[in-house]
Every structure is written in structure tokens, then in C-alpha cells.
């Protein structure tokens, strides 16, 4: 047995030794697995931290170190908010506070990481961004010890949408700083155009006007086409107003004449000249338009198709010195599109440059570039276009001998058929050239000359004024030319001036016309001025915004929101502004109207029964009542006459608004009318309208002639003097009615005012002195009514009641 248990205990130490050596093995492997996982986070190309549940720092790879520059000796058990931005810091802590408790959420969240100080200024330099995850850390028993977090650096990405956000800015500004000049331009020929009697003349200044309105619309295609290439939007290119350059729903859906348009342009294109006033058509190159009369109506934008072909005609003329450019239409063989060639013998296109022509801000060569100029936008922005109608574009060119643009647009078939039942006409070829070398190249020597002027004409007080606030004069004159015939117009350079015109004059403009991009201060801070600290309603004084500014929508938004009445973008129509500015005028004038009628009908409504104003507002022109029962009421101040004898003026006027002022207050308060103030006399009545009985009206009037005592005692007057009133009151029949028309006046006839007016002069001071009807009429003690006060009486000669205070 002695060798058994031996044999046992030996084989147990030799079984406990080997446990002992797979666990130091399995502690080893764990070790190791555990350095590795060490090295793997340290040198992630992720950036990787651990907190613990105080979220403090215990864990920071090289890769975060790298990107903040800051070392993990420098950050070890810091709080992790200390770290971030300011932004972030509430977000970021509640999510790793969630993490902690167990509570699962949104996977990934943005977080900005602060940078050890650099050299930069720009505070988005001084940050770094991330997107991480988070996770909950746990021990060997499930316990949770903190936070992992796995990041992804994107701090190039937000630099970039910041980069973004200022090229919109600045596009924002360019975009109104071209289009500023072009509303003049268009804004002034218009008017000119109006009053120019000799017709090439009137002819000439239509097409500065029409080449200001392409060059503004290239403008607004270069904001667009620079948004769709950042943005990377895409577009149908087979579906009639799909989102392009040209923007969603921009496209108008009229009944275009394609004939009409191409003779439109080639005559537009044979008298245009470049920057340096030379023809842009060469004298050598014939342009012919070998367009049918009578082609297939196409559904489209009749504006942005004329476009498209005075882009490639123009185009055509940049690159062909010598020959022709022809222009023939057909249809396809299916007659479902209708197709434009536009042929010519210039210096054609270069194979590979065919690829890339139509992309924005591309041209065949440098060479090219700088013997022709342009910005390369010509044809991206026709090839837009005609995508957006659901048509094609495309050309076929040999270097050396010429090119052909073909513009390719859906038809209809019911077009098709009307165009062909018309009858035939001739082909003949209409040539442009002779045309082009007559008027438009030759200048006299005053064209030079600026021939408009504007002045506001002379106003009467029925004027209406407008402030017109824009920094451009140019624009300052466009508003004039447009409104100075039927308004007067008072100008403001800017926006500081504008909010001087407030201080410097003694009235109000009656509209104010505000341009929203201005130096120093712009228009949506004026407007803010206006509304917020001189606090002007949009009703006392309507503001119409005048901007080019982009996006329309946003624009109209903030000006709507800031208290705008309208918003009108620039450039104008002459017509709609006038129609814009005629509206907020006409409703001004309606509120106003509207305003002086409340306050005349609440004037009313004070010196006047509600019953007769309303007799009145009926259109009745002579008013008499007769009354079976009225209570009348007679006071005035005891003493007057001595007392105006040795106070002064000033002193008695002031004592009458106080007594009179304290007096009015109790009239509404218990129901009785004002009928007259004579001097120190204050005279009411009670009962002239009929809805309640004599008893009521008395004691109402009673009331008041009670309290009319009480507030006398509160009233300070003169020094030296003393204040008492006497009150005199009457009960029975009297007539009344409205005299005057100018000031109606409510006036009060009969025995019964004269039997009151006795009353108060026969009565003794600091009382209410009733006639025997007036008690009568009191068909409950006064001790009974809710004044809670007595009632003591005496007969004397002249029969009269007394009613005082206890």
C-alpha cells in the first residue's frame, strides 16, 4: 500500500508540473498574442485610442500621434474631452458615456481632434477630423473598463468642403459683380430703346441689349456648370428638362420657329463685333442660311435654342478666315428629329481635341486660345442645352479644310405634317456679308457720349418718395429711367447712407428699394436695422430687395425671412418692377387708409354713443332723439371764479386734466356718457340708449358722482387753495342729437339738463345733491347696492335729497 500511495502522489506531481508548463505555455502564447495585438494597435494605420470609464486617455497610436502631434506621454490620462474640439465634445462624450452603459447606438460619428499649435490661422488648419466607432472595453469577466475607438482621418476631406464653401462664396460675389453691370446695360437700353425715335438706331440698341442678355446668361451657366462639375451631378441625356447645367424646371416648353431663330442670328451674328470693335465674321467668309421658311415646330426653350446656334455660329467665325459657313436644316430619315448643320471651311479640328470639345472650359489648342480668345464654354454649354431638350450634338471635322456642327432636336409627328402641308417656297440662299458691312462697324464721333439723363421731377405732397439704396450709380440710374416718371426717387450709395436718411430726414420714404451686396454694410443688414432697432413694421414702410445675387432661392428666403415685402432679381423688367413697386405702394395706401379709419371711427366712438356712430357709418345726416327718462349729471369745481383770479394759467390747466382725466376713466367704468366739459364743468348722462330703466341709469349716475368725490381728495391743488366739487343730479325726460358735421358734437336739450345744471348750483359742496325724481327713480336704497353705501335725506324749500358718504 506503502507503494501505491507513493506511486499516486508521484504521478500527481508529474500531472500537477505538466499543467504547470501548459499554463506557463498558454500564459506565454497569451503574452505574445497580447504584445502583438500591442504592436498591431500601435502601429495601425488607423487611429486608434482607449479610455478608461473616467474617460482618461490609455491608449494613443503612433498614427493619432503622427496626426495631432501629440505624443501619448503627452496625453496619457487626460480626459478625452480635453481633447477635442468644442463643437464635438458634448456629442462625443455622450456616446462614450452610452458605450459604457452598455447601450448600443449609431456605429460611426464625426469628432475634431485639437493639434499641437502651428503657424496657421485658420482655425479649421488647427484641427484634425475623424469619423470613428466606438466600442465597450471589457476584462476577463464580461466587466466593461472603458472605450475603444477606431477612427478614419478625414481631415483633407473637411478642408476641402471648407475650400468648397468659400469658392461658392466667392463664386456668389463674382456672379454679382458681373451681373451688376449687365442690369445696367440692359436697364438703360431698354430706356433708351423707349424714347430713340430713329428706328436703326432703336434697331442697333436692341442688340446691345440681346448681346447684354447672352452675356448674363453665360454668367449664370459658368455658376451652374462650376456647381455640376464639384458636385459630380448626373443627368438623362435623353429626357426633355432633366436636371443639367441648365438647373431643374429652367427650361420653358414654348413653340419654337427654328426658321425665324437661325435668320435671327445670322443677322445678329453678320453685324457682331468683338472687344476691339472689329467684325467678328471675316469680310472674306460668306454666311449663308440655307434654312427652309417653313420647318417642323419644336417644344422648347425659345431663348436657350437661339443661344445654342449663335454659339456655334460664333464659333464658326472665330475659325474660318476665308470660304463660307453654311447653314442647311432637314429631317432625319425617320422625320422624328429635325436636324441643323451649320458647314464651315475653316481650320477644322484636330482628331484627338474632337474627344474632349465639348467639355467645359476645353478649346482645340493653346494656340488656338490665344489667337482666338474665349473661355471654352461655348460648346459645353450648347451640348447642355441640347441634351436638355432630348436632342444630340456632334461634329465632323478634317484639319485643314473645315467643320460641321449638327444639332439634332425631337419633333413631333403632327409638326411634321402641319410643316409639310405649307406651301413650298424658293431655296435661295440669303447672304448675310453685305449686310454686315454696312452701319454697325462705323462710329460717329459723338457715340461716345452718354445721352440719358434722369432727373426726379418736382413733387407735390401726394408723391411718392422711394430710397433707392445701391452702391452701383449705374443701377442708381436704371431705377430712375424706370420709376422717376411717376415716383420721386431719393438716392442712398450705400448702406450707411441709407440708415442716415433716417436721422437726416423728417419723414419716412414711402418704399425703399434695398440692393443686397453692398460694401461696408449690405442690404440684409439695413433691412435688419429697419425692422429690429428702428422698429418699422413692413406695413409703415414696405422694402423691395434688388439683388443678382445666387441662389435666387436662398436669397429670396433670408430676404423674406428679415422682413422683406418682395424681392426682385436683377436684372429687372422694367414692367415688373413697376408692377412690384406699384403693388407694395397700393398696399401701403390700403393700410393706411384702412388705419385712418379706425382711428376716425375710435375718435368717434369717444365723443360719440355707440348707436349714433353707428347711425352715422349708416350714411344718416340728421340725427334727433327724444328720451322719456335720462339722468343727468352736473359738476364743478366750488370757487372757481377766485381761484382762476389769483392762479396761473398753466396751473388750472393742469389741475382741469388731472380732475377730468380721473373723471373719464370712471365713465367707462360705470357705464355713463360724457356728454360736455364747459370750463370747470363736467356734465355725463345715463339712459339716453334705451336699454336699461331709469332706476338702473340713476344709480349708475349716483355711483359715479360718489366716486367722482373720492377721486377729488386725491387730486393736489394749488397751493394754498382748497378742492371741492358739487354734484348736481336730475331723472326725466330730455331730447338729444348730433350737431355739427366737421366735429359732431352728442348735445343733450330740455328741462331736465336745466333742472340738473340747478341742482349743482343750489347744492351744498362734497355732496350729491338729487331732485325728488332722481330719488324716486331709486327704486332700491342705495345701502342695498353693491356700493355698500347709505343714503340720508332731508326736505327743505327746495325739495332736494342729499347723498354723502357715511
Known amino acids: 500500500s506503502t507503494i501505491k500511495l507513493s506511486c499516486s502522489a508521484a504521478l500527481a506531481a508529474i500531472r500537477h508540473a505538466n499543467s504547470l508548463a501548459e499554463a506557463r505555455k498558454s500564459r506565454m502564447k497569451s503574452d505574445l ?204 441625356d435623353t429626357t426633355v428638362g432633366s436636371e443639367s447645367v441648365l438647373g431643374k424646371g429652367v427650361l420653358r416648353k414654348d413653340p419654337v420657329d427654328v426658321s425665324s431663330i437661325l435668320a435671327e442670328v445670322c443677322m445678329l451674328v453678320s453685324n457682331a463685333t468683338d472687344k476691339a470693335m472689329k467684325p467678328i465674321l471675316n469680310p472674306l467668309v460668306r454666311l449663308e442660311n440655307k434654312a427652309p421658311k417653313h420647318l417642323p415646330i419644336v417644344e422648347g426653350d425659345s431663348y436657350k435654342i437661339t443661344q445654342v446656334f449663335y454659339n456655334l455660329l460664333t464659333n464658326s467665325c472665330k475659325f474660318c478666315t476665308s470660304g463660307s459657313i453654311t447653314v442647311t436644316v432637314g429631317l432625319n430619315g425617320a422625320k422624328d428629329r429635325l436636324e441643323v448643320s451649320i458647314a464651315d471651311t475653316g481650320v477644322g479640328i484636330a482628331a484627338d481635341a474632337v474627344r474632349r470639345i465639348f467639355e467645359p472650359f476645353e478649346q482645340e489648342s493653346n494656340e488656338s486660345k490665344r489667337s482666338f480668345g474665349g473661355i471654352g464654354l461655348g460648346l459645353a454649354i450648347s451640348k447642355e442645352v441640347v441634351e436638355a431638350h432630348g436632342g444630340k450634338i456632334s461634329v465632323q471635322s478634317t484639319l485643314g479644310k473645315g467643320s460641321t456642327f449638327t444639332v439634332s432636336l425631337p419633333v413631333t409627328a403632327e409638326a411634321v405634317e402641319l410643316a409639310e402641308s405649307m406651301p413650298p417656297e424658293g431655296t435661295q440662299p440669303r447672304t448675310m456679308g453685305a449686310v454686315r458691312r454696312q452701319s454697325l462697324t462705323r462710329r460717329d464721333s459723338d457715340s461716345a457720349s452718354f445721352p440719358f439723363t434722369c432727373s426726379t421731377r418736382n413733387s407735390d405732397e401726394e408723391t411718392t418718395v422711394i430710397l433707392s439704396v445701391d452702391d452701383d450709380i449705374v443701377n442708381q440710374e436704371v431705377i430712375k429711367s424706370a420709376l422717376s416718371d411717376r415716383y420721386q426717387i431719393h438716392v442712398a450709395m450705400n448702406g450707411f447712407e441709407a440708415l442716415d436718411y433716417f436721422t437726416t430726414r423728417s419723414k419716412l420714404p414711402d418704399l425703399i428699394l434695398l440692393d443686397v451686396m453692398m460694401p461696408g454694410m449690405d442690404g440684409f443688414e439695413v433691412l435688419k436695422n429697419i425692422r429690429e432697432e428702428k422698429k418699422i413694421p413692413p406695413s409703415t414702410l414696405p422694402i423691395i430687395m434688388l439683388s443678382a445675387m445666387e441662389p435666387i432661392d436662398k436669397a429670396i428666403i433670408q430676404s423674406l425671412k428679415t422682413g422683406a415685402n418682395d424681392y426682385v432679381s436683377k436684372p429687372f423688367d422694367p414692367d415688373i418692377l413697376k408692377a412690384r413697386v406699384r403693388t407694395a405702394a397700393e398696399m401701403k395706401r390700403l393700410r393706411h387708409v384702412e388705419n385712418e379709419s379706425f382711428h376716425y371711427s375710435r375718435l368717434l366712438h369717444d365723443i360719440l354713443p355707440i348707436h349714433i356712430v353707428d347711425r352715422l357709418v349708416m350714411g344718416e345726416k340728421c340725427i334727433s332723439e327724444r328720451h322719456d327718462s335720462v339722468s343727468m349729471l352736473f359738476s364743478d369745481i366750488v370757487g372757481w371764479t377766485p381761484m382762476s383770479e389769483s392762479v396761473p394759467t398753466h396751473q388750472l390747466i393742469g389741475l382741469l386734466n388731472d380732475l377730468f382725466s380721473a373723471f373719464d376713466e370712471l365713465t367707462e367704468k360705470h357705464g355713463v356718457f360724457k356728454a360736455e366739459t364747459i370750463g370747470d364743468a363736467y356734465i355725463v348722462a345715463a339712459g339716453h340708449e334705451g336699454q336699461t330703466g331709469p332706476s338702473d341709469a340713476t344709480l349708475r349716475v349716483v355711483e359715479f358722482g360718489l366716486e367722482m368725490l373720492e377721486k377729488v381728495k386725491t387730486i393736489r391743488p394749488p397751493s394754498g387753495m382748497q378742492l371741492q366739487i358739487r354734484v348736481g343730479i336730475h331723472t326725466g325726460p330730455a331730447y338729444s342729437g348730433v350737431v355739427g358735421t366737421k366735429v359732431p358734437k352728442y348735445s343733450f336739450f330740455g328741462d331736465s339738463v336745466n333742472t340738473s345744471a340747478r341742482m349743482e348750483t343750489m347744492g351744498i359742496p362734497g355732496c350729491i345733491n338729487l331732485s325728488t325724481a332722481a330719488r324716486e327713480a331709486l327704486t332700491t336704497d342705495i345701502a342695498a347696492c353693491r356700493s355698500g353705501r347709505s343714503i340720508d335725506s332731508w326736505l327743505g324749500l327746495s325739495g332736494v335729497a342729499l347723498v354723502r358718504r357715511d
Open 33 to 236: 498574442i497580447a504584445d502583438d495585438l500591442q504592436r498591431m494597435i500601435k502601429g495601425s494605420a488607423a487611429p486608434i485610442l482607449v479610455v478608461d470609464n473616467a474617460y482618461r486617455v490609455t491608449i494613443w497610436n503612433d498614427k493619432l500621434a503622427t496626426l495631432t502631434g501629440l505624443q501619448f506621454a503627452q496625453v496619457v490620462s487626460m480626459r478625452i474631452s480635453d481633447l477635442l474640439s468644442s463643437e464635438c465634445k458634448d456629442e462625443v462624450t455622450a456616446i462614450f458615456a452610452a458605450r459604457k452603459d452598455g447601450t448600443a447606438g449609431s456605429n460611426l460619428f464625426q469628432c475634431d481632434f485639437k493639434i499641437s499649435p502651428t503657424d496657421a490661422d485658420d482655425e479649421v488648419e488647427n484641427l484634425i477630423s475623424l469619423v470613428m466607432s466606438a466600442s465597450a472595453r471589457r476584462d476577463a469577466d464580461g466587466n466593461i473598463v472603458g472605450i475603444v475607438g477606431i477612427g478614419q482621418d478625414t481631415t483633407e476631406v473637411t478642408r476641402i468642403r471648407a475650400i468648397e464653401e468659400k469658392k461658392d462664396q466667392l463664386m456668389a460675389v463674382v456672379s454679382h459683380e458681373l451681373k451688376s453691370p449687365l442690369h445696367g446695360i440692359i436697364g438703360l437700353t431698354e430706356s433708351l430703346t423707349q424714347y430713340e425715335k430713329d428706328n436703326r438706331r432703336k434697331d442697333q440698341l436692341k442688340m446691345v441689349k440681346s448681346c447684354a442678355n447672352r452675356l448674363l446668361d453665360l454668367v449664370s451657366n459658368i455658376m451652374q456648370m462650376s456647381k455640376l462639375r464639384r458636385k459630380g451631378e448626373q443627368r438623362d
